[in-house]
């Protein structure tokens, strides 16, 4: 009897530790061994497979693995013809998408796309940067870059195609950024004929789903607390970050306790003004998935 199996596909590399990370959190244990190939998932009906963030569309889309997580760039990149299942932001530090921009040293006179007419551009998003001059009919040379394009744009050519998060790295290298060709996050995406397949695909969307709730519990915490009956009311009015809160009676009469789910970055003002609404035994305590 042949067991079914589902391969996904993760990146290796940069952000192959907060990927497995994130799956963790999911309820995936993945355990990397430098001995094995095939990493160790606890789940015997799936199998990981690590490959380059750039390569992972294209191995989609080809079925040599039925679902992959890899950023929307490189989807676009290799102009993978694939299912997109959903969208993750995996970087709980800027909750931002990352950006392939067009980049030129400080002092060029380079001021838009139309001033690259005849000039050399170097990026490791060949394909993304020749439809972008396409598009705005300009006519430059574009050369894959395999690594350090910050270091050459004051020497080598005379702009580059880089990604970016917050820009400071671009700001480090004294580039200043002159246009945005794409916005990026991570993407669960999956093989046509896999998202056909009932099986699979059910188990492409239980991965998704509990994917989705761990990221989202990343910005939320738990709140707990009692208050008596008759401030409650005033509690809810006044604090409309309270939301939709559980409510349930105490043993001792006229008291409630009273618990709901709110964004991490409001608590350190919220918990003062529960105290001064009545509030007691204020709880705060971290979520590992929401699921909504």
């Given amino acids: 009897m042949n067991e079914k199996k589902l391969k996904l596909g993760l990146p290796k590399g940069s952000l192959q530790d907060a ?21 160790y998932v606890d789940d015997e009906q799936m199998e990981i497979r690590l490959i380059r963030a750039q390569e992972i569309s294209r191995y989609v889309e080809l079925g040599y693995l039925d679902c992959g997580i890899t950023g929307h760039d490189w989807v676009q990149e290799n102009n993978s013809d694939v299912h997109e299942v959903g969208e993750f932001l995996f970087s709980k530090a800027t909750r ?78 004294r580039l200043r950024i002159v246009d945005t060709l794409l916005t990026s996050t991570p993407r669960l995406i999956a093989n046509h004929t ?32 009692n208050i008596e009956e008759k401030n409650l009311k005033g509690l809810l009015q006044s604090l409309p970050a309270l939301r939709r809160p559980t409510i349930s009676t105490l043993s001792e009469e006229g008291w409630v306790a009273v618990e709901t789910i709110i ?26 998935k929401v699921v909504y």
């Fill in 19 to 39: 990927t497995i990370e994130k799956m963790g959190k999911a309820g995936f244990n993945i355990q990397v061994s430098s001995r094995s190939y095939l990493p």
């Fill in 96 to 173: 931002q998408p990352a950006r392939w921009v067009l980049a030129v040293p400080e002092e060029s006179p380079i001021k838009s796309v139309k001033d690259l007419n005849g000039k050399r551009i170097a990026t490791e998003v060949v394909n993304l940067t020749k439809r972008y001059l396409r598009k705005h009919g300009v006519k430059a040379e574009v050369e894959f870059s395999w690594g350090a394009t910050e270091v050459k744009a004051h020497e080598l050519v005379d702009a580059i195609v880089e990604i970016t998060e917050t820009g400071s790295s671009l700001r480090a290298h």
């Fill in 194 to 225: 896999a998202w056909k397949d009932k099986w699979k695909r059910q188990k492409i969307e239980t991965i998704a789903l509990l994917l989705k709730g761990a990221l989202d519990a990343e910005a939320k915490v738990g709140l707990k607390m």
């Fill in 263 to 288: 964004d991490e970055h409001v608590v350190r003002e919220l918990i003062p003004q529960l105290k001064a609404a009545g509030a007691e035994g204020i709880i705060e305590y971290p979520l590992n």
